[in-house]
């Protein structure tokens, strides 16, 4: 199935056949393509680029398809990168996963300023939730040690 060109979204890059990659995870996803853009929020004389996530429902488009501006997507995966390597590294030396006391992770230095990690204490179910997730990440280990592997060997050959 080719995602949508007539859209607003303009792809540029594209992964048409991204269904058989994430039915590995989630059988009968919804999510059928991935692509690289110019993004639909563009105004007149004014150019961004984006990255969305094509979902189809089986009988047309998704509304509910996700479109992200590229640094957003970089800085989700900082985020997950962070965050796996929170629960491997650090948790366990906590019993409840995390220091109550000193919930934040890191400051992660990014455009002169730092996005802050760390746990989400605003949530009333973490003690719960915290276990649950790291349960969660330990099960994706492997899916999720696969990309980060290409995306360091992908870095590397960039000079990063």
Request: hydrophobic residues 35%.
């Amino acid at each position: 199935m080719n995602i949508p060109t007539t859209l607003k979204h303009k792809p540029v890059i594209a992964v048409e056949d991204y269904e058989a990659i994430d039915e590995h995870r989630f059988p009968g996803t919804d999510a059928k393509g991935l692509s690289l853009g110019l993004a639909q929020w563009n105004d007149r004389g004014k150019l961004d680029i984006s990255a969305k996530v094509w979902r189809h429902t089986g009988g047309k488009w998704s509304r509910q398809s996700e479109e992200l501006p590229l640094h957003r997507v970089l800085d989700l995966a900082i985020l997950t990168a962070r965050a796996c390597q929170f629960f491997r590294e650090e948790s366990y030396r906590h019993p409840e996963f995390y220091d109550p006391e000193h919930p934040v992770i890191d400051r992660v230095g990014l455009e002169g300023d730092a996005m802050t990690v760390s746990v989400c204490t605003e949530n009333p179910m973490i003690g719960e939730d915290i276990k649950l997730f790291s349960q969660a990440l330990s099960d994706e280990g492997e899916r999720l040690g696969e990309r980060f592997s290409v995306l360091a060997r992908l870095l590397k050959e960039m000079g990063y």
